[in-house]
């Protein structure tokens, strides 16, 4: 807390460096976008169909980032609510024959808003403040527990999952994988993008930054901890849910690991690798881990999970604040009012 | 009568299983405040030390013998090299030691595949009781269990070194200024809750097979153990496998065991939300 005592001209080459650094966030943010929008033009079928994929879990890990790196929630579990929706529009599609998008993402939407309600009512809110770990193996348990019942109930076709989902639908327009689809969810993801882009910076984001590094301070100010923390986690429950049912409908089959531990840790290292804290940052990692993996997969398939791990551990001993760290001040993650990178970072509570 | 003792059996011998997993991570996470989320990795190589000593053709005995000291020197490694940069943070340590197991257990599913792997009992067959016949690695298994529990209690209540690693879990700042040294406590008790994994994972193999999610298998199970019994004692962790175990084992007798695998959670859950400091608060041993 020294930077109240700075000197006057200290604290205005401070300012300067601030303002001028404060230009690369938005450069990052336009250089991705305009490489997203152009890539179906360069790229095979194939690789759209494969970049669609990375897109839909490029807005999933926008739902963890949240959580965690702007709330600092550690939810194990984040696959919950992409599981969930995706099975729950597995179930509009096969049972019902809905397929509308304008029916379906929505719904989608709704089931991982109504689970992270559920489960991040239940693990948040409450008496007794929850503790960091409390949390994290209450929503690592749920995973678990939606995994080993999906696997279990014949009505969601068990181990095998619900195959052959029939194509999502506009009027008697099928939305089959391809251009059409990619440009679909580059339009959602970019919007979603936004809107959390817009609420991180506002107050409420503020806030929510404030929570991650000191909570006991934020809740002596005067806010309601726990209900911020509840309202964020049924929002990013909400994106999730909202990447789900794209997910579904893209690969049109859903099977359980969709809701398992392991997608869940996936995105926990997409997050972590990028950058925590920052937006773009989740992006970023989820495509480069997504792109390593794709082009080590076909040669190096059982040593990948290895690199996987070991990038994790990297990561954290020595780049806490990922990738984006490289180019990116700390000062431009939202709330990290010009703290050393890395230092006391996270889950000091 | 005699398939209520038959059920009782295999309930506690389940219940044995459960405690002899959770010990380790209990006394890791009580006495040095973090998850360890490798654990059920130490468990997964205790079992394949078992192996590969069956495999080179020596008695199994003498694998189940070597794991815990394999396990344990390789526990001592880890956190002398890599886990005890975690300890800014309990998130930080719940993150790197998964990315630990992780690792771990794709290099043993690199080398044995997706094989489920089997390595026989070293005392076979089964002791009868009038009609009834209990499997004899099993009574084996809960005698072990029993032994381990008593031998961990005194070692943590009645000897230096415990009462070493009680000053370093109270008051660190303090124990290091009475000449303790905190960070070879904080090693050995790692790699004594890395070999008590490792023994655990030796004695179940022949029951289990070894593969290699067999270590996760256990992972969440132990943790919600932990957090049910209450962490920060010896007694806690116990209390809580025991119960965790008991209901794990005794629940598909009466509903379906998909059902009361989730249910046993849930139940945890609510349970720890409700009461968050576990079935038993006090500090200590």
Known sequence: MTETTQTTPLSLSLRASRSRRLQMLPIIEIVVLVIGALLPLVLKDYLTVYATRVLILCLFALSFDLVWGYAGIMSFG??????????????????????????????????????????GGFLLLGRHPSSVIFVSLGTLTGSYAADRVARGWYYLGGQNGIPSIPPMSLGSYDITEGPVYYYLTLGILVLVYLLCRFLVRSQFGLALAGLRENEQRIAFVGYQVQRLKAIIFSFAGAVAGLAGSLYAFHE???????????ISTQV?????????????????????????????????????PIILGVLLLL?????????????????????????????????SS | MDNLFVALFEILSFGAIVVLVVLGLGIIASMMGIFNFAQGEFVLLGAYVTYIVHSAGLPVWLGMLAAPFVVGALGFFLERTIVRRFYAAPIVAMLGTYALGLIIREIVRGLIGGLYLSVPEPLGGSVTIGTMHFSTWRL?????????????????????????????????????????STN????????????????????IVPVFSLFADLGLRFLIQGFVAVMVGGVGSFAGPVAGA????????????????????????????????????GLISTKGV
């Open chain 2, 184 to 203: 070879a406590i904080y090693g050995a008790t790692f790699a004594f809750g890395a070999a008590l994994a490792g023994l655990a994972g030796a004695l």
């Open chain 2, 140 to 180: 084996v298994i809960i005698l072990i269990t029993a032994l381990v529990m008593i031998g961990s209690y005194l070692l943590l209540a009645r000897t230096t070194f415990g009462l070493r690693i009680r000053a370093s879990l109270e008051n660190p700042a303090l124990a290091r200024a009475s000449g303790i």
């Open chain 1, 315 to 347: 990561v954290i001993l020595f780049r806490p604040a990922g990738l984006i760290s490289l180019v990116l001040s700390e000062r431009e993650r939202v709330g990290n009012f010009g703290r050393p990178p890395g230092k006391g970072d996270h889950g």
């Open chain 1, 78 to 119: 984040q696959a919950v609510f992409f599981g969930t929706a995706g099975y729950g529009v597995a179930l509009l599609a096969r049972d019902l024959g809905v397929t509308s998008i304008l029916l379906v993402l929505p719904a989608g939407l709704l089931i991982g808003l109504a689970f992270a309600l559920l489960l």
């Open chain 2, 242 to 277: 025991g119960v965790i175990g008991t209901l794990a084992a005794a629940l598909p007798w009466i509903i379906p065991p998909v059902i009361a695998d989730v249910l046993v959670f849930v139940l945890a859950i609510i349970f720890i939300k409700f009461r968050p400091q």
């Open chain 1, 252 to 262: 049109g089959f859903v099977w359980p690991n969709m809701l398992g531990v392991v």
């Open chain 1, 268 to 304: 926990v290292l997409y997050v972590l690798f990028g950058g925590s804290g920052t937006l773009i940052g989740a992006v970023i990692g989820t495509v480069a881990i997504e792109a390593v993996s794709f082009w080590l997969s076909n040669s190096y398939q059982d040593i990948w």
